[in-house]
């Protein structure tokens, strides 16, 4: 019924699919859903065994239900992040083990957010609430192509991240460094620890119960994604500076962090790389965050209060808490198009930006 009535709506077009799932009762779908095990690395569909079929809510609820060790709030620390990272990895190097047939792994989902039967913000997503990227996002990214697509306005080519705050550390430890270049060299304080390939260690099983975390980033179960993480082992910790470079067919990217100081600023901005802002009751988060002379976060708990000038007005708390150094706040514009001035105070700090409603 629902697959005839979609097609119906949709005036029986060409190239338009259903999918739905199955749970092993073959329906009606043309692209169905995995028929559920409740086993990380095994989502197969076997009811519909001519079919390609998709993988949804994957790399989440089999590592441990509604208490997943997938979900994993942007504030709980550089562990948490790197743990759903890996779950996320390492399923879906599982999971294309069912290649062809299987097209594609679904998240539930992309951001955080509320669901009904439980209480409080669910953190399954690479972005939390406010749309600040985890370092999932950047796994994602990561498998990209690396090359420049001008025809979409999207972030295309080559890219680079270091997914660790270099901060509080203790050593020996393992940096991951996402990318989707051919090699990449690791520096401390500019003095070189490794130059190497994508992580190409062996397939392996996750290891303890799934709930429990397995063993993340061992330098293996990255065979089958299009770009392997790079996992650089036995980096002894130094305050100062992490760099990144990634080569590319003899281009070089970098990125680099800083350890943290204890002198942080206020720095305003906002989710507008892509779509302007517009008068007339238009969206737009407000990005509060306390940083250091080098631009690093200060993952620090402090309270900041936002206030505007001009045709536009908070949507929510006008306080909020900062979360691993960032305050998020919703604003919405006015009828008339315009500047809007934005000023942050909090922790003896203060900190403006002037926004355009156009």
Not at 10 to 16: C, I, K, L, Y
Not at 91 to 104: L, Q, T
Not at 122 to 140: C, H, L, N, Q
């Amino acid at each position: 019924m629902q697959n005839e009535t979609a097609k119906k709506e949709w005036g029986n077009r060409e190239n338009f699919f259903t999918g739905g799932d199955s749970y092993f009762v073959k329906a009606c779908w043309d692209v169905p859903y995995d028929d559920w095990n409740g086993d990380h690395g095994k989502r197969n569909n076997t009811t519909y065994p001519e079919n390609c079929f998709l993988i949804r809510e994957y790399g989440d609820y089999e590592y441990g239900g509604a208490n997943s060790s997938s979900r994993q709030l942007r504030g709980a620390g550089e562990k948490a992040l790197l743990q759903q990272a890996w779950n996320l990895q390492w399923s879906h190097n599982k999971n294309r083990a069912f290649s062809p047939r299987c097209i594609g792994d679904l998240t539930w989902a992309f951001y955080d957010g509320l669901a009904g039967a439980y209480h409080g913000i669910e953190a399954w997503g690479a972005a939390d609430i406010f749309r600040i990227p985890k370092f999932s996002y950047y796994f994602f990214q990561s498998q990209r192509s690396a090359e420049v697509n001008k025809e979409f306005n999207l972030p295309t080519g080559p890219m680079i991240y270091i997914a660790d705050y270099w901060d509080k550390k203790t050593s020996p430890s393992k940096v991951i460094v996402y990318s989707n270049c051919d090699e990449a060299a690791l520096y401390v304080n500019d003095k070189l620890i490794a130059k190497q390939k994508p992580d190409s260690q062996t397939e392996s099983d996750y290891g303890t119960e799934s709930d429990q975390g397995g063993k993340p980033f061992d330098g293996g179960n990255a065979n089958r994604l299009e770009h392997p993480p790079f996992t650089f082992f036995n980096v002894d910790f130094e305050k100062g500076k992490l760099k990144a470079v990634g080569y590319l067919k003899g281009k070089q990217i970098e990125d680099i962090r800083f350890t943290p100081t204890a002198k942080p600023v206020l720095k305003l901005t906002t989710n507008e790389s892509v779509k302007k802002w517009k008068a007339g009751g238009d969206l737009l988060f407000v990005y509060v965050s306390l940083v250091d002379e080098n631009g690093m976060l200060c993952d620090r708990e402090a309270t900041i209060q936002l206030t505007l000038s001009g045709d536009a007005k908070i949507i929510g708390p006008a306080q909020m808490k900062a979360e691993a150094g960032i305050a998020s706040f919703l604003i919405q514009s006015g009828k008339k198009a315009g500047h809007v001035e934005a000023e942050a105070q909090g922790e003896n700090l203060s900190g403006k930006i002037t926004l355009t409603a156009n």
